[in-house]
């Protein structure tokens, strides 16, 4: 059988930024408030070629956030560092290996209608520059393409949420092992996606 829209989930990451800033309780917090339920959680600290395999399983990231990227720089009227999408992510994934091992990291898998988007929504845009006021990115950093860039490092943004369910199902098997998934009802799923909603009144 299909699986229903409420068992859709997805893998969030507070990368060390997250951690440092003692934003792991206000992000969690966002998750909770929206309707999903926390699946599994753990700390480490990662390692690079575990960082690089997570951001190459999708064959197609390589280009996507090159292009992402270029597109960036295009719509603020600025030159991109390069106009080759392979080579601006190369880039990239070295500074994100740095980034994302450089201190403890939150691994979490959500679990509900349609966690992969609604996720997204919370975490807002890549860049924190133009991410959207009331998204996690855009209300607590402030960091830009063009100052990662200058300096040599990654964009600090915060957290790592899977792009689309696919992506999800990898990253998910890449961070977990099946049993450190919890299979659990939480009450609140009644009043969610309960069709008839007959258990409230006595
Ligand atoms: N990143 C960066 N410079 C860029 C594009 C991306 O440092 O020009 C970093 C940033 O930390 C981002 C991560 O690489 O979160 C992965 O990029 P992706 O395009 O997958 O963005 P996300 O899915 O995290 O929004
Ligand atoms: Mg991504």
Redesign the pocket.
């Known amino acids: 059988m299909e699986k229903h829209f409420k068992e859709e989930r997805t893998l969030v990451v507070i990368?060390p930024d997250g951690v440092q800033r003692s934003l792991v309780g206000e992000i969690i917090k966002r998750f909770e408030q929206v309707g999903l339920k926390l699946s599994a959680v753990k700390m480490m600290v990662p390692e690079p070629s575990f960082i690089e395999k997570h951001?190459t399983l999708d064959p197609n990231?390589m280009r996507?956030?090159?292009e992402?990227?270029i597109k960036?720089y295009l719509d603020k009227g600025l030159e991109p560092p390069s106009n080759d999408p392979i080579a601006?992510?190369q880039k990239?994934?070295d500074?994100?290996k740095k980034?994302?091992t450089s201190g403890p990291v939150i691994a979490m898998v959500w679990e509900g209608a349609h966690s992969v988007k609604i996720v997204?929504k919370l975490?807002g845009?890549?860049?924190p520059l133009t991410s959207d006021v009331g998204t996690i990115r855009g209300d607590y950093v402030l960091d830009s393409?063009q100052m990662?860039?200058v300096d040599g490092?990654?964009?600090?943004?915060l957290?790592?949420?899977?792009?689309t369910i696919e992506e999800a199902e990898m990253e998910i098997k890449h961070w977990f092992l099946e049993n450190e998934l919890v299979d659990y009802r939480l009450i609140q799923e009644q009043i969610l996606y309960d069709v008839n909603l007959d258990g409230i009144l006595e």
């Open positions: 990368k951001y990231w996507l956030t090159g992402k990227t960036g601006i992510s990239i994934l500074n994100l980034y994302v997204r975490v845009g890549t860049e393409y990662g860039d490092r990654s964009v600090r943004n957290i790592h949420a899977s792009g």
